[in-house]
T-cell receptor, first 113, second 113 residues
Framework: DTAVSQTPKYLVTQMGNDKSIKCEQN?????MYWYKQDSKKFLKIMFS???????INETVPNRFSPKSPDKAHLNLHINSLELGDSAVYFC????????????FGQGTRLTVV | GESVGLHLPTLSVQEGDNSIINCAYS??????FIWYKQESGKGPQFIID?????DKRQGQRVTVLLNKTVKHLSLQIAATQPGDSAVYFC????????????FGRGTSLIVHP
């Protein structure tokens, strides 16, 4: 019973395409996140979302947008994909609060060709 | 925070040795820290956490030390095993609206049999 699941695990697409990555959590958590991990393994927060607010990392291009149909889902939409978008994207969730740890999905390896 | 170098820091140890992984954090107001382990092809997983009112916390084969004076964390792994080979991250929950898990650079631990 996977706690945080994201699909697809691998995504290969051409430049200029629009794609989505789905994420679901069954932990009943309040807050969900998207992270981007580059080739040097650096994990950068892209978005944080709960039912009250969306926090966007200001460095994230507006081609990226999170969509949350309900509390258990936070999907990532990417428009006009660029080569530099190639990375591993992780969805995560946690309870709201200063002393909560995050649970991560398995990651989606996006390759833009 | 730490400066981002060209390469992922790597620690190589022999099986059975003790390992120490270090991390510097950026925000003196942070009061909760987490160590995560990321195995190849997987998302980061919680190992151990520590609150700022403690300077040491022990788990099974792992110990986290916190030095608030110099804003430094370390993760000690006793009797390191090949299964401990992974990338290790420290994270702090930084307030940006909600509390957002914010990751350090990561250290690759390689355990040689």
């Amino acid at each position: 019973d996977t706690a945080v699941s994201q699909t697809p695990k691998y995504l290969v697409t051409q430049m200029g395409n629009d794609k989505s990555i789905k994420c679901e959590q069954n932990l009943g958590h309040d807050t969900m996140y998207w992270y981007k991990q580059d080739s040097k393994k650096f994990l950068k927060i892209m978005f944080s979302y709960n039912n009250k607010e969306l926090i966007i990392n200001e460095t994230v291009p507006n081609r990226f947008s999170p969509k949350s149909p309900d509390k258990a889902h936070l999907n990532l939409h990417i428009n006009s994909l660029e080569l530099g978008d190639s990375a591993v994207y992780f969805c995560a969730s946690s309870q709201e609060g200063r002393r909560s740890s995050a649970f991560f999905g398995q990651g989606t390896r996006l390759t833009v060709v | 925070g730490e400066s981002v170098g060209l390469h992922l820091p790597t620690l190589s140890v022999q099986e059975g040795d003790n390992s120490i992984i270090n991390c510097a954090y950026s925000n003196s107001a942070s009061d909760y820290f987490i160590w995560y382990k990321q195995e190849s092809g997987k998302g980061p997983q919680f190992i151990i956490d520590i609150r700022s009112n403690m300077d040491k916390r022990q788990g099974q084969r792992v110990t986290v030390l916190l030095n608030k004076t110099v804003k430094h964390l370390s993760l000690q792994i006793a009797a390191t095993q090949p299964g401990d080979s992974a990338v290790y991250f420290c994270a702090e929950n930084i307030k940006g609206g909600s509390y957002i898990p914010t990751f350090g650079r990561g250290t690759s631990l390689i355990v040689h049999p």
